[in-house]
């Protein structure tokens, strides 16, 4: 069955909602003729019973207590930030040879590979705009240990901003990124970049505030397997998404890799009607809230991946998302599964694809007897006994639980009280 994101009807249901709800910390810099955060006269329909039709795939029956209040997303705080910094402090980064031996070697290549293919896509378009002699400033919103640095030098950036909740994960990505510069003092092909670093929490804290240069403009954000975390409540995600907007320039982009909430609900759906987990041996989920019905913010559930993860993380509810980065001039413009975007962006990213190890080659004799790579038994080419790059059923099974997306951030004139007026073009 086909899950519709833009289910239009749901979304209107979903604006006249939130039009009780503030989207800002500041009252008086609301509107921005969204009316997303206008105050009604009216009572808001329940948070949960909304939220319960949204996460559900078109067709199915939504639903949910009527008594229920809007305010339970938006009040809830950041409790669980700690949790996650901690447990990002915490992990131990496993040598070459231990992450060979890892379940997911393969399946975590192929999402680098993902997040190389959607950092070039984009960087391209900026380079296409941008004049000779502009700098090109990045921010990686939640770099963790700097997994994306050397994607970084590679598209030839000048600035880059890194930060990241978990202090741990920024002193090494600084450590990392003072390795890229001593071996581009001795190549002529290496790219030098200038670059900051702070550790602080993107859900809690103006980002702005922390640059060298708070008036700096931004070519591109990048926030990779992380914009879920803001979703603990709509205070969180309204401050993150400004932290993803606020500095970009028009024509810039913020581009994110985040958990696939219908694809969860459908599987959490078919794994049972009184289940709150599934999974498989590489990836599980368990929800510790309420899902039937499921509250907008606050969606919590523990997400355990393999020696990588194991903390708690919060669906994210795609429309929700679209409307608040509206509201800081960010226009969706692209979504799409990993399943979709790999297949999209095969052709171009072929070579790439196999110099970084994303898919495992599995020889005949393996995929005849082993069920992890039975979905491939009937391929042509396997049937002439030949070997074949493919994920295991589990690592494609956890890859698949992702999509990645794109935003556009916007022009935009100013109105009589000084507040910004966004061109969107759609
Ligand atoms: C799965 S890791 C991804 C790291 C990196 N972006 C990458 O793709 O390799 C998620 C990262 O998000 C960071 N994070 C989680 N919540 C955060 C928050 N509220 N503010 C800033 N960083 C956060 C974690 O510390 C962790 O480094």
Request: glycine fraction near 8%; charged fraction near 25%; hydrophobic fraction near 35%.
């Amino acid at each position: 069955m086909s899950v519709n994101y833009e289910q239009s009807a749901a979304d209107e249901q979903f604006a006249r909602a939130h039009k009780a709800v503030s989207l800002s910390d500041d009252e008086e810099s609301e509107s921005n003729g969204e009316g997303l955060s206008e105050r009604t006269q009216e009572p808001p329909p329940p948070t949960s019973s909304l939220a319960q039709e949204f996460y559900e795939e078109p067709g199915g029956k939504g639903g949910g207590g009527e008594d229920e209040t809007q305010e339970e997303g938006a009040a809830g705080g950041a409790a669980n930030t700690h949790v996650v910094a901690t447990h990002y402090n915490e992990l131990k980064e496993a040598g070459r040879k231990d992450r060979q031996k890892s379940k997911i070697f393969f399946m975590r290549n192929f999402n680098n590979w993902i997040k190389s293919q959607l950092i070039n896509e984009y960087m391209a378009q900026i380079k296409q705009q941008k004049r000779v002699g502009d700098a090109l400033r990045v921010l990686d919103m939640c770099c963790g240990k700097g997994g994306d640095l050397l994607k970084w030098e590679k598209a030839s950036i000048s600035h880059l901003i890194c930060t990241d909740i978990a202090e741990v994960s920024i002193e090494q990505c600084q450590r990392r990124y003072q390795d890229i510069l001593r071996r581009a003092e001795n190549s002529k092909f290496s790219n030098k970049f200038t670059a900051e670093f702070f550790a602080c929490d993107s859900t809690l804290v103006r980002l702005r505030e922390r640059y060298k240069d708070p008036s700096l403009q931004l070519n591109l954000v990048s926030c990779q397997f992380a914009f879920h975390y803001c979703f603990e409540s709509l205070a969180q995600a309204d401050c993150m998404m400004r932290n993803a907007a606020e500095c970009l320039k028009p024509g810039g982009f913020f581009i994110a890799t985040i958990p696939d909430a219908y694809e969860i609900i459908r599987r959490l759906k078919a794994a049972g009607p009184e289940t709150r987990r599934f999974g498989n041996d590489v990836y599980s989920i368990e929800f510790d809230c309420e899902t039937d019905p499921l509250p907008l913010f606050g969606a919590k559930y523990q997400f355990h991946l393999e020696g990588v993860v194991d903390c708690p993380e919060f669906l994210v509810h795609f429309p929700t998302l679209v409307k608040l980065g509206r509201k800081y001039g960010l226009q969706l413009i692209r979504r799409s599964t990993f399943s979709e975007y790999y297949k999209e962006t095969l052709p171009k990213g072929r070579q790439l694809l196999q110099r970084m190890s994303g898919l495992e080659t599995v020889q005949a004799q393996r995929y005849g007897s082993d069920e992890q790579f039975s979905h491939i038994r009937n391929f042509p080419a396997t049937q002439r006994g030949r070997p074949l790059g493919t994920l295991s059923k589990s690592e494609w099974e956890a890859a698949t639980l992702y999509l990645v997306c794109a935003f556009k951030k916007c022009k935009n004139s100013w109105d009589a009280n000084g507040r910004p007026v966004f061109e969107f073009d759609d």
